[in-house]
């Protein structure tokens, strides 16, 4: 029986009178428990499951809820309660009820641009010029989520009163928008919860109770749902201390002002924590008091027995603070599945996978980009594959799609066009090319129809003005589509390969490639593309960022490349280890975002510098504050069962740059009595 399992707080919350009921559960406190317990509550009381609506902030979540359920109730009674997100159970509800084609936000930007891209702004402010259509798209989206019952004007006079002389040519985007998806019965995210919002102000609400999981997480339009759903009684489950969506609109006032919104509220405090040991939950409450208290608590710890005090870990340098934290996994706890590394900044990410793989441990990483998933790094190392194996056509093919007038379809085209040049060997169709034709006459190119077989036969010299003389009339460039930039392109590539070809040593290789004009071009374009502004010029200070982090990572990538004497070694090592990675078994390397809900026997939190942890540019930005970066770190100390560790380190050193970064201790290691403040 569920309710037979629930300690005595717990029970009193889930058998709460009917009404308005805000559960306060912290970190470890079993607020899943305490949900299920509920819900077998409503069931004794005779509330019929499908007029039970249970609120979650993933599928998943609400999937493991409904399951606990069946298996006291059964299936069928479990599975009438309708469960999901916000946005899951506004589709179900009116996918049944309208003929409406759901759309991923990244294909309907495309619609959004061809609108946007067509207005004509006569009034521009050359220090504030109208924002892209990307950006607009996102601005927008954020002021569907986290206004609260303003106009888009009004909104925006407050977030950006320099764009409100651009206001009525967004409005009406907006509205064309609008009504270009209504004409083809599209919905976005938003539009799912907006016409559902709208369809329960309308109609009669056919809830008895409804349960809203991470409450702290709500933003202002699904508060505006749950206030439209009009049920008889709302059950909210939260936690305050780990409210650290701002970034995406969650509001946390919301479950702040619960009493003041509903007259008849009662809160309940879960206070026992049955995850973290006496010394992990202590360290955590002298951190998270620092904070405004909103709803008083006091956690009780249940876990007994003799526990590691949380340990702090001090080194000089941050990518010996990497390498470290791997060597200390590498020879701990044997069950990799029961640590994680947790990082605040995609970068600490970065640092901490290549160190992880270094030491042959398989890693699970989830939140930000993987390292090895970068353009900088995945570029790189498929450099060093087909240097090494000139077979390589994949990574032939990726390297080459970065080309001027060169996709990937071309791409091929050009590897396949090498090997009838060298004999099956690219290195050779490259450096000493025999005399075929590279693109077979019978192979049609759609451009040319009737003119493909003369056109190749004359046109690999039509860019040697521009051209080296040992790379000029080369046969790869009878390609028709190519341009200057295609063979300048080639001409880079042809260097690389002729300098560095079958190079072994992996440190020599990965200096060299990251200094050659083919590899240093590209870096380039991506640092642009990075920087771009919301008007589409560059932001060279942003510019200057971006290729200050690809350098950042080249580094990471040189020193790892230092433990191994041959190229394939440390291919596979690089390559192999992050495709176990995907397997499901490893070290959960995680953002704090992505390490929500969860929980692990032993956690590392990493980058604990002020600056880093807590990031000051987050902070800083609307929506973010220290208050919320503490929530941060709250979360992310609280995931741990057993072993805590956390670690900082003093400098920063890229000797490729001369550059000396002096670092601080983080303020939440001052709070949590982990540095001492004479230091």
Same mark, same amino acid.
């Given at each position: 029986?569920?309710?037979?399992?629930?300690?005595?707080?717990?029970?009193?919350?889930?058998?709460?009178?009917?009404?308005?009921?805000?559960?306060?559960?912290?970190?470890?406190?079993?607020?899943?428990?305490?949900?299920?317990?509920?819900?077998?509550?409503?069931?004794?009381?005779?509330?019929?499951?499908?007029?039970?609506?249970?609120?979650?902030?993933?599928?998943?979540?609400?999937?493991?809820?409904?399951?606990?359920?069946?298996?006291?109730?059964?299936?069928?009674?479990?599975?009438?309660?309708?469960?999901?997100?916000?946005?899951?159970?506004?589709?179900?509800?009116?996918?049944?009820?309208?003929?409406?084609?759901?759309?991923?936000?990244?294909?309907?930007?495309?619609?959004?641009?061809?609108?946007?891209?067509?207005?004509?702004?006569?009034?521009?402010?050359?220090?504030?010029?109208?924002? %892209?259509?990307? /950006?607009?798209?996102?601005?927008?989206? *954020?002021? #569907?989520?986290?206004?609260?019952? +303003? $106009?888009? &004007?009004?909104?925006?006079?407050?977030?950006?009163?320099?764009?409100?002389?651009?206001?009525?040519?967004?409005?009406?985007?907006?509205?064309?928008?609008?009504?270009?998806?209504?004409?083809?019965?599209?919905?976005?995210?938003?539009?799912?919860?907006?016409?559902?919002?709208?369809?329960?102000?309308?109609?009669?609400?056919?809830?008895?109770?409804?349960?809203?999981?991470?409450?702290?997480?709500?933003?202002?339009?699904?508060?505006?749902?749950?206030?439209?759903?009009?049920?008889?009684?709302?059950?909210?489950?939260?936690?305050?201390?780990?409210?650290?969506?701002?970034?995406?609109?969650?509001?946390?006032?919301?479950?702040?002002?619960?009493?003041?919104?509903?007259?008849?509220?009662?809160?309940?405090?879960? %206070?026992?924590? /049955?995850?973290?040991?006496?010394?992990? *939950?202590? #360290?955590?409450?002298?951190?998270? +008091? $620092?904070? &405004?208290?909103?709803?008083?608590?006091?956690?009780?710890?249940?876990?007994?027995?003799?526990?590691?005090?949380?340990?702090?870990?001090?080194?000089?340098?941050?990518?010996?603070?990497?390498?470290?934290?791997?060597?200390?996994?590498?020879?701990?706890?044997?069950?990799?599945?029961?640590?994680?590394?947790?990082?605040?900044?995609?970068?600490?990410?970065?640092?901490?996978?290549?160190?992880?793989?270094?030491?042959?441990?398989?890693?699970?990483?989830?939140?930000?980009?993987?390292?090895?998933?970068?353009?900088?790094?995945?570029?790189?190392?498929?450099?060093?594959?087909?240097?090494?194996?000139?077979?390589?056509?994949?990574?032939?093919?990726?390297?080459?799609?970065?080309?001027?007038?060169?996709?990937?379809?071309?791409?091929?085209?050009?590897?396949?066009?090498?090997?009838?040049?060298?004999?099956?060997?690219?290195? +050779?169709?490259?450096?000493?090319?025999?005399?075929?034709?590279?693109?077979?006459?019978?192979?049609?190119?759609?451009?040319?129809?009737?003119?493909?077989?003369?056109?190749?036969?004359?046109?690999?010299?039509?860019?040697?003005?521009?051209?080296?003389?040992?790379?000029?009339?080369?046969?790869?460039?009878?390609?028709?589509?190519?341009?200057?930039?295609?063979?300048?392109?080639?001409?880079?590539?042809?260097?690389?390969?002729?300098?560095?070809?079958?190079?072994?040593?992996?440190?020599?290789?990965?200096?060299?490639?990251?200094?050659?004009?083919?590899?240093?071009?590209?870096?380039?374009?991506?640092?642009?593309?990075?920087?771009?502004?919301?008007?589409?010029?560059?932001?060279?200070?942003?510019?200057?960022?971006?290729?200050?982090?690809?350098?950042?990572?080249?580094?990471?990538?040189?020193?790892?490349?230092?433990?191994?004497?041959?190229?394939?070694?440390?291919?596979?090592?690089?390559?192999?280890?992050?495709?176990?990675?995907?397997?499901?078994?490893?070290?959960?390397?995680?953002?704090?975002?992505?390490?929500?809900?969860?929980?692990?026997?032993?956690?590392?939190?990493?980058?604990?510098?002020?600056?880093?942890?807590?990031?000051?540019?987050?902070?800083?930005?609307?929506?973010?504050?220290?208050?919320?970066?503490?929530?941060?770190?709250?979360?992310?100390?609280?995931?741990?069962?057993?072993?805590?560790?956390?670690?900082?380190?003093?400098?920063?050193?890229?000797?490729?740059?001369?550059?000396?970064?002096?670092?601080?201790?983080?303020?939440?290691?001052?709070?949590?009595?982990?540095?001492?403040?004479?230091?």
């Amino acid at each position: 029986m569920p309710l037979s399992i629930l300690n005595c707080e717990q029970k009193l919350a889930a058998t709460a009178p009917m009404g308005h009921n805000l559960i306060i559960a912290s970190a470890g406190t079993g607020k899943t428990s305490t949900i299920v317990g509920r819900i077998a509550y409503l069931f004794e009381n005779n509330i019929a499951p499908e007029t039970i609506l249970l609120l979650t902030f993933t599928n998943k979540a609400a999937e493991e809820m409904i399951t606990r359920v069946a298996k006291k109730f059964g299936e069928k009674k479990a599975k009438s309660i309708q469960a999901g997100t916000f946005h899951a159970v506004a589709y179900r509800y009116l996918k049944d009820k309208y003929d409406i084609t759901l759309k991923q936000p990244r294909e309907l930007k495309i619609l959004f641009k061809s609108i946007a891209e067509k207005r004509v702004y006569l009034d521009v402010d050359s220090k504030t010029p109208p924002y %892209t259509a990307q /950006y607009l798209y996102d601005f927008y989206s *954020l002021y #569907l989520n986290a206004s609260k019952n +303003q $106009n888009f &004007e009004a909104w925006l006079e407050e977030k950006s009163p320099e764009h409100m002389r651009y206001a009525m040519i967004y409005e009406g985007i907006f509205d064309e928008f609008r009504e270009l998806k209504e004409s083809y019965k599209y919905a976005d995210y938003n539009d799912l919860l907006l016409r559902y919002r709208k369809e329960m102000q309308e109609n009669f609400s056919p809830y008895e109770e409804v349960l809203c999981d991470e409450y702290q997480d709500t933003n202002p339009l699904q508060d505006s749902i749950l206030d439209a759903l009009k049920p008889k009684s709302l059950f909210c489950v939260g936690d305050y201390d780990q409210s650290i969506y701002a970034f995406n609109g969650a509001d946390i006032n919301i479950i702040g002002n619960f009493t003041q919104k509903y007259a008849d509220a009662k809160v309940f405090t879960l %206070t026992k924590n /049955y995850r973290s040991s006496g010394l992990i *939950l202590d #360290l955590a409450n002298r951190v998270i +008091q $620092n904070n &405004e208290r909103i709803y008083p608590k006091s956690l009780e710890v249940v876990k007994t027995g003799k526990f590691t005090p949380p340990k702090l870990l001090i080194f000089d340098e941050l990518f010996l603070q990497y390498q470290g934290i791997a060597k200390n996994i590498a020879t701990g706890n044997p069950n990799l599945d029961e640590v994680a590394v947790i990082f605040r900044n995609n970068a600490s990410g970065d640092g901490c996978e290549a160190s992880l793989r270094s030491f042959g441990i398989p890693v699970k990483r989830k939140g930000g980009t993987s390292f090895f998933e970068t353009k900088e790094i995945s570029l790189m190392l498929d450099l060093c594959s087909l240097l090494n194996n000139s077979k390589d056509m994949m990574a032939c093919i990726h390297i080459l799609s970065y080309g001027a007038m060169i996709g990937n379809s071309v791409a091929k085209d050009i590897y396949e066009g090498l090997l009838v040049l060298g004999d099956g060997d690219i290195y +050779q169709g490259l450096v000493n090319p025999n005399d075929k034709q590279p693109y077979q006459n019978n192979k049609k190119i759609p451009q040319l129809g009737l003119f493909n077989d003369f056109f190749m036969t004359d046109q690999a010299g039509r860019f040697d003005e521009f051209l080296e003389s040992s790379f000029k009339s080369h046969p790869i460039l009878s390609y028709p589509k190519f341009n200057k930039e295609s063979a300048l392109f080639l001409q880079d590539f042809y260097m690389v390969f002729k300098k560095l070809y079958r190079q072994k040593d992996p440190t020599t290789l990965v200096a060299q490639i990251s200094k050659s004009s083919f590899y240093t071009r590209i870096m380039e374009m991506l640092a642009k593309d990075r920087a771009k502004k919301r008007d589409g010029s560059i932001d060279n200070r942003r510019k200057d960022e971006a290729l200050e982090q690809i350098n950042n990572k080249i580094f990471i990538l040189t020193n790892l490349a230092k433990k191994y004497d041959y190229i394939s070694r440390f291919l596979n090592a690089m390559v192999l280890g992050s495709s176990e990675a995907v397997q499901g078994k490893g070290v959960s390397l995680l953002s704090v975002h992505a390490s929500k809900g969860l929980e692990f026997e032993e956690v590392y939190v990493v980058d604990l510098m002020e600056g880093r942890f807590p990031n000051q540019k987050l902070a800083n930005r609307d929506g973010g504050s220290i208050d919320e970066e503490r929530r941060l770190f709250y979360v992310a100390v609280t995931r741990a069962k057993t072993k805590l560790t956390l670690s900082y380190a003093k400098t920063y050193n890229n000797k490729e740059k001369t550059k000396n970064i002096l670092y601080e201790p983080s303020r939440f290691l001052y709070e949590a009595g982990m540095v001492d403040k004479t230091l």
